[in-house]
């Protein structure tokens, strides 16, 4: 499974901030396999935080079918990534990528560690994660059913 959220499993990139150990998995091992072909979805506060930069909201979000904004890819991954592999807005990336790897995996109903990411169980998750990540699925649908609806 790519790096992003999916309908029936949401992937919320570089799980760093929060964890127990911020960012020593993706460091230690020079990972940034969550950045390809990543489908991370963003919340309104990740994209206006995203625009205050300087970058224009069609140039790294475009919706999918569920209405839900995603990161866009450039040759393959994100267009935050780096040549070096390093996000470039790395200080104001978007919530999901805070938390990743956990991810929200609908056939289970739970919240766990997604086994993509070959470092997962190196991820010591607090419990107070867990409980954002449900605030920002939830954040995320209700922005999508707004959308829809005003559409
Ligand atoms: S915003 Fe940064 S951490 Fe998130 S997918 Fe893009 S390059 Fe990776």
């Known amino acids: 499974m790519r790096g992003g959220f999916h309908l ?3 992937r919320l990139a570089n799980g760093v901030q929060g964890l127990a150990l911020p960012g020593l998995p993706c ?11 990543t489908e991370m979805p963003l919340t309104e506060a990740d994209i206006a ?12 979000c475009a919706l999918d079918d569920e209405s839900v904004p995603q990161l866009r890819n450039d040759e ?19 919530a999901g990528c805070r ?26 998750v607090a419990p107070d994660k867990r409980a954002e990540l449900v605030r920002v699925l939830r954040t995320i649908e209700a922005e999508a059913r707004d959308r829809k609806a005003q559409a």
Request: net charge negative; proline share 7%; with cysteine.
């Open 8 to 10: 029936n499993r949401a």
């Open 27 to 37: 460091v230690a091992h020079g990972c940034s396999k969550c950045c390809y072909e």
């Open 49 to 60: 935080r995203i625009e205050a930069l300087g970058h224009r909201r069609d140039d790294f």
């Open 76 to 94: 393959g991954h994100c267009v935050f990534l780096g040549p070096t592999g390093a996000c470039g807005i790395y200080d104001h990336r978007p």
């Open 99 to 124: 938390l990743y790897p956990l991810v929200w995996d609908r056939d289970s109903g739970d919240v766990t560690l997604d086994d993509f990411c070959p470092f997962h169980d190196e991820f010591p």
